[in-house]
Antibody, heavy 115, light 112 residues
């Protein structure tokens, strides 16, 4: 059974930091492009970051570039998102998603940025 | 950035009737490899998104055959031949041809 389990969300003050993790199982993680996609309350989906299966290429949406860092550890079947200098507009549910022929999504982890 | 525009944003449908959602991109989604990376996603209330259709017209495993996708270039359509109660939710088109990957605004399907 395929599983993507996000963790690390929570409440943080503006300019604070959080590190999200995504534990993958049930598919060949090391062959999979991985993404972080977020959904602000009551809003649509927004791609945040994307990483090559080997980790050699990373892509960021403009609003996250310079503040967020996507990384992976294929030995641990894990994906990460280091988020620094958080802003109120970063408040959202953050999903990790796998792209390996099939497409898989986690259940999401909520990040709330407020004073 | 590629802007992806869906219509309608709200779609009330009678059970058993067909439904159609349009998705238009601000530029061609045909990639250099000849493929068009336009996909459709469903998000049921309280659930994570789920991909239904990949590369315009290919159904994902387990997706009922009442769902179909079509289109080319910049114009794409998702059709549901006969809407069922379990189809209620948000539908998004999304493109992965160009970075940043982008989604449409979402279409809310509800039962009349």
């Amino acid at each position: 059974e395929v599983q993507l389990v996000e963790s690390g969300g929570g409440s943080v003050q503006p300019e604070g930091s959080l590190r999200l993790s995504c534990a993958a199982s049930g598919f060949t993680f090391s062959n999979s492009w991985m993404s972080w996609v977020r959904q602000a309350p009551g809003r649509g989906l927004e791609w945040v970051a994307h990483i090559h299966p080997g980790g050699s290429q990373t892509y960021y949406v403009d609003s996250s570039r310079g503040r967020f860092t996507i990384s992976r550890d294929n030995a641990k079947n894990s994906l990460y998102l280091q988020m620094n200098s958080l802003r109120a507009e970063d408040t959202a549910v953050y999903y990790c998603a796998a792209w390996v022929g099939q497409n898989y999504w986690g259940q999401g982890t909520l990040v709330t940025v407020s004073p | 950035d590629v802007v992806v525009t869906q219509s309608p944003l709200s779609l009330p449908v009678t059970l058993g009737q067909p439904a159609s959602i349009s998705c238009r991109s601000s530029q061609s989604l045909v990639k250099s490899d000849g493929n068009t990376y336009l996909h459709w996603f469903q998000q049921r209330p309280g659930q994570s998104p789920r991909r239904l259709i990949y590369k315009v017209s290919n159904r994902d495993s387990g997706v009922p055959d009442r769902f179909s996708g079509s289109g080319s270039g910049t114009d794409f359509t998702l059709k549901i031949s006969r809407v069922e109660a379990e189809d209620v939710g948000l539908y998004y088109c999304g493109q992965t041809s160009l970075w940043p990957h982008t989604f449409g605004q979402g279409t809310k399907l509800e039962i009349k």
